[in-house]
């Protein structure tokens, strides 16, 4: 398996180094917020933030690895959720608004990165045939197409999770973080380099931005282990509200570093064996390395 130096080292050789950034989603911007748990999901989870309400960190970002890049270039973009419990402890969620995962491997991940512009990806679809069909899904779902807004996209954490219950019942778990915001909402749009994180604060000036957490609970035959699987469901409920209310200025401020990273779990939650979720603890900690 490809080691997370290598990972870092031919993700960089792609966007360039830059000190102090995140290898891939470098541009990006905090901001505070609070989740709401709904009933059912303290039914369905026993754990901290599904029984009660929990401050959060939230990260909008551009996917690529390049900071100053332009929020009108194509990209898929991404939102990082770290849910801050009570008894100290945190659990995060990474979501991107491609909603289907194109590979199994980080290998097939690299390789994907590496041809990541619209003239390389024929040849690497010519190479890995089953990234096809989810790659032409993210197409159609514009999922590279800058939205008007990163309060108006839908996110999707690619990985599952096993849920325990506080009767001790166990089930497989996807997680969607679908927009509330409507057209009417929309403050007047600029067109500068930075048009995406200007836009969200003079929304955020007018009132907070909520998301709504959608979770899917696994059918028999829902394969939580594959990234790139598509599951028909048992069923899906409304898991909660994510409601983002300012700027998170003093963040990764001071010398602090903030990682979000979705192997990051708490009692409650368990961890699927799908190879590109567990592989991402190392390749983060050998991009803080860099970045420090």
Known sequence: MITPAEAIDRINAVFGRHAGHRALHAKGRFYTATFTPTAEAGRLGRALHLQAPVPVWVRFSNGGGHPGVGDGA???????????????????????????????????????VEHSKPHQLPGFMARHRSAIRPLLANVKAKAVVPPYSYAEATYYPVHAYRWIAPDSTERWVRYVFEPQATKDQRP??????????????????????????????????????????????????????????????????????VVFDPTRVVDGIELSDDPILRYRAGAYSESVARRV
């Open 188 to 257: 007047a749009r600029t067109q500068g380099k930075h048009r995406l994180r200007e836009e969200l604060e003079a929304r955020l000036a007018q009132g907070p931005v909520r998301f709504t957490l959608r979770v899917t609970v696994a059918a028999d035959g829902d394969d939580p282990h594959d990234p790139m699987s598509v599951w028909v469901g048992a069923h899906t409920f409304d898991a909660g509200t994510l409601e983002v209310t300012g700027l998170d200025p003093e963040r990764e401020t001071g010398g602090e570093v």
């Open 74 to 112: 194509p990209d898929v973009r991404g939102i990082g959720v770290s849910f801050r419990l009570p008894d100290g402890t945190a659990t995060d969620l990474l979501g991107q608004t491609a909603p289907r995962f194109p590979v199994r491997t980080p290998e097939d991940f690299i390789a994907l």
